[in-house]
């Protein structure tokens, strides 16, 4: 697989990705998403100099942060892609980068495409950022006709939080296997949102942690009740009312 370059800043991020491929082979990297349960750790794959277009807009984002609160299950912030495409559009260069999706695309194996421009949660950010932020056990549950595949790319870990997950929980021909990891900046994970159970345990005090968050689809057909339901979702565990049924306008 050759990729390639642009004349943009986005360049970095092109080599930084023919690199890591290159390193461990792209092949390697598909065998072991199939054999995870579709399921895949890459780790480096953007180094400090390529997430640098990122981290650069986060100071501006703060202020629109949406706090959010769920009793027993999920207490932080996130930014949906509207607020995103506003204010760092750089955001949206990455998640509709033709290499980008290319390279995910093969190491699932499907055919990947991005959400509709009505979803917030295309791509959003995930702030963790006071004592106690978390998110609790749970599936990213597609309301799509397709699949539904997550990916994470860590921009700030300064915490003690882990993302813990556990492979082959659907799966009753294969012994589920409890792990966790640091979302360290620069980390890709990709999984079937279907599949993976997983959540983030509790921020400590004076820590911060902040995820990149991208979702594409096999299908980007939803019915109007199951977006209206999706949207709900949104408005009230990430994004607020207005920004979920309004961002786009």
Not at 108 to 133: F, K, N, V
Request: net charge neutral; glycine share 6%; proline share 6%.
């Amino acid at each position: 697989m050759r990729f390639v370059p642009r004349p943009n800043f986005w360049n970095l991020t092109l080599a930084a990705l023919e690199t890591v491929f290159a390193q461990f082979e792209i092949d390697l990297l598909k065998q072991k998403f199939a054999a995870q349960n579709e399921f895949l750790v890459v780790e480096n794959l953007l180094g400090p100099e390529t997430l640098q277009p990122l981290l650069a807009r986060l100071p501006q984002l703060r202020p629109s942060v949406h706090r959010n609160y769920l009793p027993k299950h999920k207490k932080g912030g996130s930014v949906s892609r509207f607020m995103l495409d506003r204010m760092a559009p750089a955001f949206e260069s990455l998640y509709t980068l033709p290499e980008f999706t290319q390279g995910l695309s093969y190491i699932t194996g499907r055919s990947l495409l991005p959400c509709p421009g009505d979803d917030p949660h295309t791509y959003a950010l995930y702030c963790y950022t006071e004592p106690g932020d978390h998110i609790g056990w749970h599936y990213d549950t597609s309301y799509y006709r397709g699949l539904r595949y997550t990916v994470l790319l860590g921009l700030v870990d300064r915490s003690s939080s882990r993302l813990e997950y556990q492979l082959c929980r659907d799966d009753p021909e294969r012994e589920t296997e409890s792990l966790s990891l640091a979302l360290a900046p620069g980390m890709l994970v990709v999984f079937n949102g279907d599949k993976l159970y997983h959540r983030v345990t509790p921020l400590g005090q004076g820590e911060e942690r902040i995820v990149l968050t991208m979702e594409y689809v096999t299908d980007a057909r939803m019915s109007a009740t199951r977006r209206f339901i999706s949207n709900m979702k949104d408005s009230i565990a990430y994004f607020g009312f207005r920004d979920a049924f309004q961002g786009r306008r």
